[in-house]
């Protein structure tokens, strides 16, 4: 119940493609589900987060969906750059403070 | 800087050697999480410290790991008697106080790599 599953495990795109990632949970105890950014070598960067009072949140290129009867949420990348490449988590926490990581999606962007 | 520092960057060990990883939250910082990111996997929780007490020690892996943070600013993970299922990276994040909706500002991680 404290998995959060996420897909697909990679995702090639060409420059100017929307890629989409997407997360699902178990736990209804979840309020907050924040999205990293992560490039080799480096720590994940909060890119966007979202709280379930909401359906969707855009931040520049970056929109998150949120389906909270689903229990699901998702990522979306308007426009994609080859420097959108990385690797890109979903996580979600709750009553206690700890995130809990989806596997990741590795996103390949080509010119 | 301003961000979460982590030392050492990496580290490389014989198995059965006591390591220790230390992180330097961002100043002002009072929530302190301790994270392992295994190759091509997602980010498992080990430990959460709010000041100098970790109320949350839910995932630490064994015994063999512990963490002490002191002055409620610097944290030190230990892995005590390394086994190679250790290798991996270890990263740290702070956040401004506790709750989930305070974001957590990772490191950079320490590279653990257990010969």
């Known amino acids: 119940q404290q998995q959060v599953k996420q897909s697909p495990q990679s995702l090639i795109v060409q420059k100017g493609g929307i890629p989409i990632i997407n997360c699902a949970y178990e736990?209804?105890?979840?309020?907050?589900f924040p999205w990293y950014q992560q490039f080799p070598g480096k720590g994940p960067a909060l890119l966007i987060a979202?709280?379930?009072?909401?359906s969707e949140k855009k931040e520049g290129r970056f929109t998150i969906s949120f389906n909270k009867s689903a229990k699901q949420f998702s990522l979306h990348i308007m426009d994609s750059q080859p420097g959108d490449s990385a690797t890109y988590f979903c996580?979600?926490?709750?009553?206690?403070?700890?995130?809990?990581f989806g596997t990741g999606t590795r996103l390949q962007v080509f010119p | 800087g301003a961000g979460v520092s982590q030392s050492p960057s990496n580290k490389v060990t014989e198995k059965g050697k006591d390591v220790e990883l230390r992180c330097d939250p961002i100043?002002?910082?009072?929530?302190l999480y301790w994270y392992r990111q295994s190759l091509g996997q997602g980010l498992e929780f080990l430990i959460y410290?709010?000041?100098?007490?970790?109320?949350?020690k839910s995932g630490l892996p064994s015994d063999r790991f512990s963490a002490e943070r002191t002055g409620g600013s610097v944290s030190t993970l230990t892995i005590q008697r390394t086994q190679q299922e250790d290798s991996a990276v270890y990263l740290c994040?702070?956040?401004?106080?506790?709750?989930?909706?305070?974001?957590?500002?990772f490191g950079d991680g320490t590279r653990l790599s257990i010969l």
């Open positions: 994040a702070s956040s401004l106080s506790r709750g989930g909706f305070q974001p957590q500002h």
């Open positions: 736990n209804t105890a979840f309020d907050y």
């Open positions: 979202i709280r379930p009072d909401v």
């Open positions: 996580a979600a926490s709750g009553d206690t403070d700890k995130l809990i």
């Open positions: 100043s002002g910082h009072t929530a």
């Open positions: 410290f709010q000041g100098n007490s970790a109320p949350d």
